[in-house]
């Protein structure tokens, strides 16, 4: 799929299955105890409900009028007291329905939502490149919240009414054939205007969950880039696409709901035209005696059970189809392809010692475009490797390949002779630093950020770290120091602090092989010169791969490569390729 | 009750459409207690009649009257509830838009102390999830007030005239709710308050997770994270269960009391036929009608919880709706007019709470001219750089623009006459060409071309769609040069009277870095140049270098003259031109 941005809809490939309505049913199963529970609380509720009109009838009928003969008013009182009781019997049970529902619906979600989640983990950079952060945010938070009542009590109420349908369709064909036909005979044009409706709210829906997508993939980059907009005093203009953008939204919900409010007006009338019909029927057609005008009296009584339960389930039904359109988008997600995950038989990378083969290595982001061509070579335990060369060449790729956060296209790479697509990524990833080009604070403390390296570091360790990266001088002028709480994206930091930071970050994890992708571009050269020393040390023993431009940064290497042309052009010491006076030497001198 | 009448006042526009809905509603209403009557004629004439069987042949006439007008009568009402639905839906979502759109816009005009203080996520929670509420109020809470009120009203006045006794009686249980719901209400209000909290705990947890999807994968931190989200995730379930709960505990207590209507009517009518004070077909009546009470009560409970949440988002987003920016536009955009790019910084201090990032700045840049700055990690370059585009105000001194004080300009009018790079580069999910002209939209495609030249972004050329390929949001998809060159193209791209690079060329190798130098110097247009660097290289073509130091000038001349007084700047040249001792 091609990069989606804020303005684009997010096709949807599947067409409408009910397959996403049974892999939802997946996580109800777990929860079939609550719902049996529940749906035998409500048959019992409803059942003692059905007992008012007996007794309300009970005391007009006899009670009543005994209490006028006789004026003796206890047989009301009693029957009013069995009526209350009737009625606590009937909501307390309703009430625990509800309680085991809400539970059940809760946790629904959240199963979902963390399984949503976990899936998001393993997915590759790409998906996170191609579209707006927003548009996945949506469907983690707001999508997942949307489907818990219909997966909860809309099941209960869809077997309650259907089993109300089939009761009060089995007493109606009892009480007179003809009659029920004349009533059923509603129902198949109710079914055409479904159908026909279908397709459409379909469409509304997931038009709508599509441009408030939209909406919020704006919003949250719109906030993202704020500084960006305000340097560039673009407000009104933004301002004219967030109201395009919520104009689109505003008119897919019109759609959507004059849709949903077609089918109860077209339900009511069907039944209006089906109960008018059962009197023309059954007294002008048929007529007396041929039908007996209890059983028309009775009909139109169970005609309008008949017809609520169907209403109620048209209701559900509009609920179900807007429901649908958010599974579909989180079952999508769900089933993105992982592209790098372990081999069937993986195994733990032992400790490794950081020797690095690149054999033939060839590598596309797309295919047919190759990045790298047959790129070989090996890194030593404890070397340092600069690798330099002109922007997009594909550096930062070489390095990401070593972590395998990509598939090769051909070719493979050892590290200690163990092919890195053969042992798990966790272990891979786990003996690697990567201290990459952007440098991500979390929310929380400084100390918190540096932390997130190795998670059970003591302060002592923490400290030491921020020495080593010439942080702590400044760290500890801030307000509270390491504890000091950091704003969303460590805002308060000059980026030259944020990469000191996320340096003594990937430091802390004690990496065996460390990549270092401009690393230091935004720290001044003394500050850089002082953590050269504290690297020097550091280095020792550990393989490390740096991306710089800064030559004092890459001349101390022990092997240079330059990159250009899907491959390495040039490699040696920084003597060997002054003397050889190339591109790496026009590249020095320019400087 | 500040909430609703901040949401009545955005009813402006809608007013008559919702009055219209409102007044609809209340017909429909009095349809359902009229609409029965004809199916009961039929029965009454035509089936429970001693001479029904007659009736059906001398009357036949009537009754396929009355079968064509009960189904023209539920018509006719359905065809009114369609309608105020779709005006309570046209009301909501109009109201919605408008506060959306207007939030966004005050949103957009906040200063970036708002932004510091308030998260993505939680303002993304505001926007969607707590916007929602307004829609929910206007479409059913306010609607189904005015419905339930009307005909409790209707139905209570009808059973005074019948007999004010047994209303009284009828009604006697309405005072208990009054105070249930009261209890009620104030123990689920701070429920609703947490949960809201929760949900944007969650929202900006996601958030972040996504932000930082690289880091994530790099440390293998995929379980932790998993872990950590659980936490969020398991608090906003619990909270949600537990709002519930409050709920669903007086729950039973509103809908018993709901129901013992009928009960205290059989008991206190049951005995007042007895004693001969109202007739059994009054009796009837009552019984026929208590639904709409009944109904009233019930939707109480319902509303006094709805009302709670809607309170807890409300709150949240007149909260922003009234934040005010410390600077500020005061009118709504004016003509563009070019200032000129002399820039003076007097006695400028700068502090962050008790952190002093700037003090004492003096310093003038000629039009026309490019200075450098330099200086340590966190001396205060970009700070230094943010006052002359106002983003804030200096604590204390003045920053002129053009000779005048910035304070003086509308913020928009002095920033778009300054084109500025930030150190981290901001891009926009758009396609490469969308971004170059992001600050002047009607950029004429050679043009674009053309800047992305000025700022070597030759890459582009090579791109799938060049121009129009779409970047990711921030740019993921570029390198870390690649996107600095595009921000560069963009900021040169609206011929601003004064260039601000911030560490633009960190990221780009010497080559190009040089090449871009060299484009500078040959612009099209006057303009001053504030060039932050960490090279030496980038001060060649530089007037003038500033270093600052903890915040102060340390120095500040040319090339030479800070070469000849052999300070902080002959240091750094010194040791990146590889002529310092030690690090050869």
């Known amino acids: 799929m091609a990069r989606n941005k804020f303005d684009i809809d997010e096709s949807l490939e599947s067409p409408f299955d009910i397959k996403h309505f049974k892999r939802a049913m997946v996580y109800v199963k777990k929860y079939k105890k609550s719902i049996i529970t529940a749906l035998l609380l409500s048959a019992i509720s409803s059942a003692v409900a059905l007992l008012g009109p007996l007794i309300t009838k009970e005391a007009v009928d006899v009670a009543i009028p005994r209490g006028i003969e006789t004026g ?114 509603g129902l198949p044009v109710f079914i055409i205007i479904m159908a026909f409706l279908k397709s459409r709210q379909r469409k509304a829906w997931q038009a709508l969950s599509n441009k408030s997508s939209n909406q919020t993939a704006y919003l949250a980059e719109s906030i993202n880039c704020i500084r960006v907009t305000q340097s560039f005093a673009r407000e009104q203009e933004n301002l004219g696409i967030f109201k395009r953008l919520s104009t689109a939204y505003r008119k897919a919900w019109m759609k959507a709901v004059t849709l949903n409010a077609l089918v109860g007006f077209s339900v009511d009338n069907i039944r209006a035209i089906a109960d008018s019909g059962l009197y023309f029927v059954g007294l002008m057609i048929i007529g007396y005696p041929a039908v007996s005008l209890g059983s028309i009296l009775a009909m139109s009584s169970y005609s309008a059970r008949f017809w609520q339960p169907i209403i109620n389930i048209a209701q559900l039904y509009n609920q179900f189809i807007n429901a649908v359109a958010y599974l579909e988008r989180i079952f999508e997600t769900m089933d993105e392809p992982v592209p790098v995950k372990n081999a069937e038989n993986a195994y733990e990378l032992p400790e490794m010692t950081g020797k690095v083969e690149y054999k033939n290595v060839t590598f596309a982001y797309e295919e047919g475009k190759n990045i790298l061509e047959n790129v070989s070579f090996t890194v030593n335990p404890g070397e340092s490797v600069a690798l330099v060369g002109p922007t997009g060449a594909g550096k930062t790729t070489i390095v990401n390949l070593i972590s395998r956060f990509y598939n090769l296209t051909g070719g493979k790479i ?130 490390s791969f740096i991306i710089a431009h800064r030559l004092s940064t890459i001349k101390n290497c022990d092997k240079i490569m330059f990159i250009n042309n899907k491959g390495i052009t040039e490699a040696g010491t920084h003597e060997e390729l002054m003397a050889k006076k190339g591109d790496y030497y026009k590249l020095y001198t320019a400087q | 009750m500040f909430q609703l009448k901040w949401l009545l006042s955005n009813l402006k526009g809608y007013r008559l459409v919702y009055a219209v809905a409102l007044l609809l509603s209340i017909i429909t209403q009095s349809f359902f207690l009229i609409g029965p009557i004809i199916s009961q004629n039929i029965i009454d004439i035509f089936i429970s009649s001693e001479n029904a069987v007659e009736n ?216 007042f036929v007895i004693n001969g004070q109202i007739t059994i077909a009054e009796y009837s009546v009552f019984s026929a009608l208590l639904w709409t009470i009944s109904n009233a009560m019930r939707n109480l409970g319902m509303l ?111 920033r778009c006459n300054i084109g500025m790079t930030t150190q981290e580069v901001l891009l926009f999910s758009d396609t490469v060409d969308g971004n170059i002209a992001y600050g002047k939209s009607d950029l004429p495609f050679e043009d674009v071309t053309k800047f992305a030249h000025l700022a070597c972004a030759d890459f582009i050329e090579k791109m799938p769609e060049k121009y129009e390929t779409i970047i990711g949001e921030r740019g993921v998809g570029l390198s870390g040069g690649q996107k600095q060159r595009i921000a560069l193209a963009r900021a040169m791209a609206i011929r601003p009277p004064i260039l601000i690079l911030d560490d633009t060329t960190s990221a780009v190798d010497m080559e190009t870095e040089t090449q871009i130098q060299e484009n500078l110097t040959k612009l099209d247009f006057e303009c001053t140049k504030l060039i932050i660097a960490q090279r030496t290289s980038s001060a060649r073509y530089a007037d003038r270098i500033v270093i600052l130091e903890d915040g102060k000038i340390r120095e500040c001349g040319t090339h030479d003259e800070l070469m000849a007084s052999k300070g902080y700047y002959y240091e750094i040249y010194s040791l990146q031109n590889g002529t310092d001792k030690e690090a050869v």
């Open chain 1, 72 to 185: 003796d008013i206890w047989y009301t009182v009693l029957l009013s007291a069995l009526f209350l009781l009737t009625i606590a019997v009937s909501v307390i049970f309703a009430n625990i329905r509800q309680r085991i529902m809400t539970k059940a619906g809760q946790n629904i979600i959240y199963d979902i939502r963390k399984d949503l989640f976990a899936h998001l983990q393993r997915l590759p950079f790409s998906y996170y490149d191609d579209r707006p952060q927003g548009k996945i945010l949506v469907r983690v938070v707001n999508y997942v919240n949307s489907v818990s009542d219909i997966l909860t009590n809309g099941i209960i109420n869809l077997v309650l009414e259907i089993f109300n349908i089939v009761f009060i369709s089995i007493f109606m064909l009892f009480v007179d054939v003809r009659l029920a036909l004349v009533v059923f005979a």
């Open chain 1, 414 to 543: 050892l590290i200690d002779g163990h092919d890195i697509s053969e042992v798990t990524l966790e272990s891979l990833r786990k003996q690697m630093g990567i201290m990459l080009q952007d440098s991500f604070i979390f929310s929380g403390t400084i100390e918190d950020n540096i932390r997130y390296g190795k998670l059970d570091a003591t302060e002592e360790e923490i400290r030491q770290a921020a020495k080593t990266v010439c942080a702590d001088e400044f760290i500890n002028t801030l307000e509270n120091g390491y504890k000091t709480e950091m704003y969303e994206g460590g805002s308060q930091l000059s980026g030259g602090q944020r990469q000191l930071i996320s340096f003594a970050r990937t430091l802390i994890s004690n990496p065996k092989i460390l990549v270092l992708d401009e690393a230091t571009s935004s720290i001044d050269a003394k500050t850089e010169k002082e953590l050269q020393k504290g690297l020097q040390s550091l280095l020792k023993g550990r393989t």
């Open chain 2, 56 to 271: 059906i042949q001398t009357k036949s006439d009537l009754l396929i009257w009355l079968c064509i007008a009960m189904v023209l009568f539920v018509l006719l009402r359905t065809g009114i509830q369609f309608l105020a639905k779709m005006l309570y839906e046209i009301t909501s979502q109009g109201v919605l838009q408008k506060v959306r759109n207007e939030l966004f816009r005050r949103i957009q005009n906040q200063d970036m102390h708002f932004f510091d203080t308030h998260t993505r996520g939680d303002l993304v929670t505001r926007l969607t999830g707590d916007l929602e509420m307004i829609r929910h109020s206007i479409a059913w809470i306010i609607m189904l007030v005015v419905e339930s009120i009307s005909l409790f009203l209707f139905t209570v006045i009808y059973f005074f005239t019948i007999d004010v006794a047994l209303t009284l009686w009828v009604l006697s249980l309405t005072p208990v709710l009054f105070v249930i719901t009261r209890i009620f209400s104030k123990k689920v209000r701070p429920r609703y308050i947490t949960l809201r909290e929760k949900l944007s705990r969650l929202n900006t947890k996601a958030q972040e997770n996504i932000a930082a999807n690289r880091v994530v994968k790099a440390f293998a931190r995929e379980e932790y994270e998993k872990e950590d989200f659980d936490k969020y995730n398991k608090e906003y379930c619990e909270y949600s269960k537990k709002a519930a709960m409050t709920w669903l505990t007086f729950q039973p207590y509103i809908e018993i009391l709901a129901q013992a209507l009928w009960v205290v009517h059989m008991l206190a009518g049951g005995i």
């Open chain 2, 304 to 414: 006094i919880n709805d009302l709670q949440r809607f309170f807890a988002s409300i709150s949240k987003i007149i909260d922003v709706y009234y934040a005010r920016p410390g600077i500020v536009n005061n009118h709504e955009y004016t003509e563009r007019n070019r200032i000129k790019g002399d820039i003076r910084f007097e006695n400028v201090t700068m502090k962050f709470g008790d952190v002093t990032v700037l003090e004492d700045i003096n310093l003038t840049v000629k039009n026309g001219e490019t200075v450098v700055i330099m200086g340590a990690t966190g001396s205060g370059k970009t700070t230094l750089m943010n006052l002359i585009a106002r983003f804030y105000d200096p604590t204390s001194g003045a920053v002129y623009v053009g000779g005048k004080n910035v304070k003086e300009y509308e913020p928009d009018i002095l």
